[in-house]
Nanobody
Framework: QVQLVESGGGLVQPGGSLRLSCAAS????????MGWYRQAPGKQRVWVGG???????SYVDSVKGRFTISRDNAENTVYLQINSLQPEDTAVYYC?????????WGQGTQVTVSS
């Protein structure tokens, strides 16, 4: 079991950057996969990318080149770096950890891209 807390969201102008954090309540080195998702207003939650315990990352095609996921096992934290933000990136961003087939979610952090 794990509790996750996202932070780092906010209001940013188009073209700006943000780094989101996902802090876990326990060590994450043994969590095989941690993912980032987002849910735009009126839309379903979708997967944007993830990272394995070994550090291998994967992303949905639409964010490749702009999103970077990393993990710091010593800090029990996973990060999502988002560059060149666009209005269509506006969403609540969630992280999730899958442990023994069960997914655990954070409460989300709001990212709003607007001039």
């Amino acid at each position: 079991q794990v509790q996750l807390v996202e932070s780092g969201g906010g209001l940013v102008q188009p073209g700006g950057s943000l780094r989101l954090s996902c802090a876990a309540s326990r060590n994450i080195f043994s969590i095989n996969f941690m993912g980032w998702y987002r849910q735009a207003p009126g839309k379903q939650r979708v997967w944007v990318g993830g990272i394995t315990s070994g550090g291998t990352t994967s992303y949905v095609d639409s964010v490749k080149g702009r999103f970077t996921i990393s993990r710091d096992n010593a800090e029990n934290t996973v990060y999502l770096q988002i560059n060149s933000l666009q209005p269509e990136d506006t969403a609540v961003y969630y992280c999730a950890a899958t442990i023994r087939g069960t997914s655990y979610w954070g409460q989300g952090t709001q990212v709003t891209v607007s001039s």
